[in-house]
Each structure stands twice: as structure tokens, then as C-alpha cells.
């Protein structure tokens, strides 16, 4: 058996409503998303509710495998307050081990502690940048400014942030010479600095990548006609990529299910249909 939930089987609020958001509230998450003078921003995605269910799957597996072992059964109590607490990282490990000198908190289009890292503003959009670390000597010869990496001032991480408000002038008027978001990225990605342009939703549907993968797939909705939907996210290397993901219409596998599973036969399923038992639609 897999329960899952907003807050889980025991606790002070497992008795409580809640959604994908307020697990995230719970979590702290919430708290590290927007501008540091701003109020908080919820991502419009629906993160909990997705990886929540993803580790209740693996659970169920990592049970079955135990059952097939041993004979003995579980209960897997997954939240999603649980799983989004996980996502964190580094922020509660820096928390706890400053012993609360350092209060992680959302730091708007960067992040809080590597350099250069966060959302840039190009010619016709935004590209997020990774050039901390090891990358930052590759970044500089990018950008033709090997004097950067060179400089004793800008050799790590906490010299960095404290000139990041510099460092992003440089960085932006450097993405101004180029006439658009596209062309930065290739430039970058051309000396392996990680880094990706900002796509919109509808930027999806056309990008190669996502096509080729099957990220974005078209399917025919027998209502709706042809429509794009996200791809399965697992590839199996013994399955077709495109594994079917038409959702079926109301009643479709009625007759399937009875006689096949059930063993009914047609006018067991003719009198259901006509008492109003089953129903299809396009009955």
C-alpha cells in the first residue's frame, strides 16, 4: 500500500487539507523563489505533485523487490512536504552548520553562493549562465577577458559575489554585442560553459532537442484533434520512444475490459449498456 499526501500519515498536520503549493510553503521552498525585497513567488509548476509520485513509484518498486525477498509486505507514507524539503541542496546544511549565522534566503535571478550563476539579460532575452568553479577560466576566454580570470580579486567564489552587481554589467554588456539569445548560447557553449537560453512555453514546441527526444509529442485526441503534450520522461532502450500516451475516451475499453478480463458476453453487456450500468460516449 502507498499513501501519499500533502503532510503525510502522522504529524501535527497530517489531518490537514492541502496542495502541491502548500507543501511547498511548508517546505521552505517557497521562501527561496523571487527577489530578495519582494514577496516570495510560487513557480507555476507543478513540482511537488509530479516528483511526489515519482518517488512513490520507486518506492512501490523497492517494496515489491523486498516482498519478492522476503514475503513482507509495506506501507510507504510519502508526502509531498517530505519530498520538497529534500530539494533544498545546500540550504538547510548551510543553515545548520553556521549555526544559523547563515540564513539562506531567495536571491532573485542569481544564485547565493556561486558566481557568476543566475539569469542574464541578452539582446532579445535572458540566458542563465553557470561560470563558477572550474568553469570561470573558460567563461573569460568566451567572453575575451582572460584579464578576469587572472585577476587575484576574482580568484573564488566569495570574491566574486561580493563584485557580482559589476560582474553582471560586464557580463550583460558583453551579451549586447550579440543580435540575439541563440548566438550567445552557441558562442558559450563553444568553450563548454554550461549555459541555456530562457524558453517559453511556446519556444518548446519548436526546439530541436525536444522534438527529437520526444520531450514535446503531438498526439491526435479523437475530440481535440492533433495537440502537443509533454513526452513520457523515461526512454526504454527495448520500447519504442513513442510509447502511446492517447488518453481514452469515456467508456472506450468497456467491451474490452468485460469480455476480456471478466468474461462477459455480448448481451450481458448489450442489457448493462441499455439499464444504464455502462456508459460510452458515444453511446
Same mark, same amino acid.
Given at each position: ?8 500519515q502522522?504529524?501535527p498536520?497530517?489531518?490537514t487539507?492541502g496542495?502541491?503549493f502548500i507543501a511547498?510553503?511548508y517546505?521552505?521552498i517557497?521562501s ?9 513567488c510560487?513557480?507555476?509548476?507543478? #513540482?511537488?505533485? +509530479? ?10 518498486? $523497492?517494496? =515489491?523487490?523486498?516482498?519478492n525477498? &522476503? ?6 507514507d510519502v ?6 524539503y529534500?530539494?533544498?541542496e545546500s ?5 545548520s ?10 536571491q ?7 558566481c ?5 539579460r541578452?539582446?532579445?532575452g ?47 554588456a558583453?551579451l549586447?554585442?550579440?543580435?540575439? #539569445?541563440q548566438s +550567445? ?10 549555459? $541555456?537560453? =530562457?524558453?517559453?512555453?511556446a519556444? &518548446? ?7 527529437e527526444?520526444g520531450t514535446?509529442r503531438?498526439?491526435v ?8 503534450i ?8 527495448r ?6 500516451l ?21 448481451k ?5 449498456a ?10
Amino acid at each position: 500500500l502507498c499513501s501519499i499526501s500533502t503532510f503525510g500519515q502522522s504529524g501535527p498536520l497530517s489531518q490537514t487539507p492541502g496542495y502541491d503549493f502548500i507543501a511547498q510553503a511548508y517546505s521552505g521552498i517557497t521562501s527561496m523563489i523571487g527577489e530578495p525585497d519582494e514577496p516570495p513567488c510560487l513557480p507555476g509548476t507543478a #513540482i511537488g505533485d +509530479a516528483s511526489t509520485g515519482v518517488h512513490g513509484a520507486l518506492g512501490v518498486l $523497492a517494496a =515489491i523487490h523486498h516482498r519478492n525477498r &522476503t514475503g513482507e509486505g509495506d506501507h510507504l507514507d510519502v508526502a509531498l512536504v517530505d519530498v520538497y524539503y529534500s530539494y533544498h541542496e545546500s540550504n538547510v546544511h548551510v543553515y545548520s552548520g553556521s549555526e544559523g549565522k547563515v540564513s539562506p534566503t531567495r536571491q532573485g535571478s542569481h544564485f547565493t553562493y556561486l558566481c557568476p550563476c543566475g539569469v542574464f539579460r541578452g539582446s532579445g532575452g535572458f540566458i542563465v549562465i553557470m561560470a563558477f568553479l572550474h568553469h570561470w577560466p573558460d567563461f573569460c576566454r568566451a567572453i575575451n577577458r582572460e584579464d578576469l580570470s587572472k585577476d587575484p580579486s576574482l580568484a573564488d567564489e566569495p570574491s566574486r559575489l561580493a563584485r557580482r552587481e559589476e560582474l553582471t554589467e560586464i557580463i550583460e554588456a558583453w551579451l549586447a554585442t550579440f543580435p540575439d #539569445i541563440q548566438s +550567445a548560447v552557441d558562442h558559450l557553449a563553444s568553450f563548454d560553459v554550461p549555459c $541555456a537560453p =530562457i524558453l517559453s512555453v511556446a519556444d &518548446t514546441f519548436d526546439n530541436p532537442h525536444l522534438r527529437e527526444r520526444g520531450t514535446v509529442r503531438t498526439i491526435v485526441d479523437p475530440i481535440h484533434g492533433p495537440v502537443d503534450i509533454p513526452g513520457h520522461p523515461i526512454k526504454w532502450s527495448r520500447l519504442p520512444n513513442n510509447i502511446p500516451l492517447d488518453a481514452p475516451t469515456l467508456g472506450q475499453h468497456n467491451e474490452a475490459v468485460l469480455t476480456e478480463m471478466l468474461g462477459c458476453s455480448d448481451k450481458e453487456i448489450h442489457d448493462l449498456a441499455n439499464d444504464g450500468v455502462l456508459f460510452s460516449r458515444n453511446s
